[in-house]
């Protein structure tokens, strides 16, 4: 029972009371001085109990002002499914709390507009350049340079760097950042107009130049760069790189967005990941506007652990796989991206907000016991209960056996296996525990009992829209039968005799 019930109810109460006090006044008429004791002492207790009246009273109106202001600003309360362990949520919540408002002296919009600096080069307010950065300074060779797409708007704001392809085959970053240059992401009008802009946003597409032409996830020398900074400058090769990308374009810039997908042979649910008690990461991860945030600090040597570890507000999103293009996953790359300018007051609009969130700190990989051929029976995005078969191995070599491969626990399929061929060990699904809010998640799934993402069915937002005029051809068919209609131009065109043709025709067929 809410408070407000309970409100209600003592008004009820302390109503009926009244009444039969009134009714208790001509008994005692025989006694008249007795009446004026009675009227003082019945006069006194309203005294006391109007005081926590007046108390409850003053709670429901607060709380009936209260929704009214969220009735009329047209807000519902976003439900959230949080798997996160209590202790974890604690500590986040601890962190939060002493975190202090971030404020720059080079967001203040009374100063006016200043040139951006990055990697030497200037750019001046109000305008869209695009500079090309070597990753190794040398003289002779391969210095793998780097494109790089600067918006910097018309007023000061937050610094803003999106990247892409830290690992060479993972596809969905390079082309997000892609559609996000095009001029009709760009142009007057548009939503990354710099004349509307306030702030900048930094697009690098490719962080891995060598690697996305070999369309390999490593470096030459073998290692993998999203596991070497912040680098050094007189390190091995792949250290170097990371030195120059870190000194250069990650510690002077505010927030940062690493779009990811799933290594070869799987693919990812679209998902965000970030260390929810720094409190400008845990921003930027609600403000993505996923449904699926996963808390977490990432390996050592990683460029988001780095950059949340200096203070900067990083996340990684992750979506589709590897060597391949992933036409949902960019759509919702290129909305979270939208979403997070818009939420920080960099462009204008209102950020699309999820359906709902699903907080989670831990995960289950299910790997496969047999080798061979695996049927797998359920997608990324699937709900799955206990003990549910999501896959099945069947061995070329030895017809008629098979191994079913069974769910651990009930929760959300975040990753599943692509590649058909497995062996002992071999992981076939990234299983989200799900043991809170269960029918919160499952009232999200469709009819395949998957999770839609939001931004995943919406139109692409870098593709426009072409008016075709309708053109009227002479000899167009308008109904009827199709080869008459086309026919008889073709006849007075070319003076071809329908009648003796159809004679003919007739006359064969009576032979035949």
């Not at 870190?246 to 970030?274: F, K």
């Not at 079913?404 to 990234?430: K, M, Q």
Request: proline share 7%; charged share 25%; aromatic share 4%.
């Amino acid at each position: 029972m809410s408070s407000e019930d309970e409100s209600e109810i003592d008004e009820h109460l302390s109503a009926s009371k009244t009444p039969s006090k009134a009714k208790s006044k001509p008994k005692s008429t025989s006694k008249p001085k007795s009446k004026t004791k009675s009227k003082a002492k019945a006069k006194s207790k309203p005294k006391s109990t109007s005081k926590p009246k007046s108390k409850a009273k003053s709670k429901t109106k607060s709380k009936a002002k209260a929704k009214s202001k969220s009735k009329s600003s047209g807000k519902k309360t976003l439900k959230v499914s949080n798997q996160i362990p209590q202790e974890r949520r604690d500590k986040i919540q601890k962190s939060l709390s002493k975190a202090k408002r971030r404020k720059r002296s080079e967001w203040d919009r009374a100063g006016g507009p200043k040139q951006h600096r990055i990697a030497n080069r200037r750019v001046k307010p109000n305008s869209i350049r695009r500079i090309s950065m070597p990753l190794l300074d040398v003289t002779l060779g391969e210095n793998w340079a780097t494109p790089i797409t600067v918006l910097h708007g018309a007023r000061p704001g937050p610094v803003i760097t999106v990247t892409g392809a830290i690992h060479g085959d993972e596809l969905v970053g390079p082309l997000a950042c892609s559609m996000l240059c095009q001029e009709s992401m760009t142009g007057p009008g548009r939503p990354l107009d710099p004349s509307a802009m306030a702030g900048t946003l930094r697009i690098i597409p490719v962080l891995n130049p060598p690697g996305y032409r070999r369309l390999s996830r490593y470096f030459p020398d073998g290692r993998d760069l999203n596991r070497q900074f912040p680098g050094s400058s007189d390190g091995n090769t792949t250290s170097r790189v990371a030195d120059k990308i870190w000194e250069n374009l990650i510690i002077n810039t505010d927030y940062l967005i690493d779009l990811h997908c799933a290594a070869v042979g799987r693919t990812n649910l679209p998902q965000v990941r970030a260390n929810l008690a720094h409190s400008e990461s845990n921003k930027l991860a609600r403000a993505f506007g996923v449904e699926v945030i996963l808390d977490s600090k990432g390996p050592r040597g990683t460029l988001r652990r780095n950059a949340t570890e200096e203070g900067i507000g990083s996340l990684t999103y992750e979506g589709g796989g590897a060597t391949q293009t992933d036409h949902e996953a960019v759509k919702v790359a290129v909305h979270g991206v939208l979403n997070v300018l818009r939420s920080f007051k960099v462009i204008p609009g209102y950020p699309n907000r999820p359906r709902f969130r699903l907080l989670a700190s831990g995960s289950t990989w299910v790997r496969a016991e047999e080798g061979g051929l695996v049927d797998m029976f359920v997608q990324a995005g699937s709900y799955i209960e206990k003990d549910e078969i999501i896959g099945r191995i069947v061995d070329p070599q030895k017809p008629g056996m098979s191994a079913d491969i069974l769910s651990p626990e009930s929760g959300l399929i975040i990753c599943s296996a692509t590649n058909p061929f497995v062996t002992a060990g071999t992981p076939v699904g990234h299983l989200l525990p799900i043991t809170k809010g269960v029918r919160l998640v499952k009232s999200q799934l469709d009819g395949h009992q998957r999770l839609i993402v939001s931004g995943s069915i919406e139109d692409p937002p870098w593709r426009e829209e072409y008016e075709v005029d309708e053109i009227a051809i002479e000899g167009e068919w308008q109904g009827g039968d199709v080869d008459s209609e086309w026919q008889h131009d073709w006849d007075n065109q070319y003076g071809v005799n329908h009648a003796a043709v159809t004679s003919e025709e007739e006359s064969s067929e009576e032979e035949q």
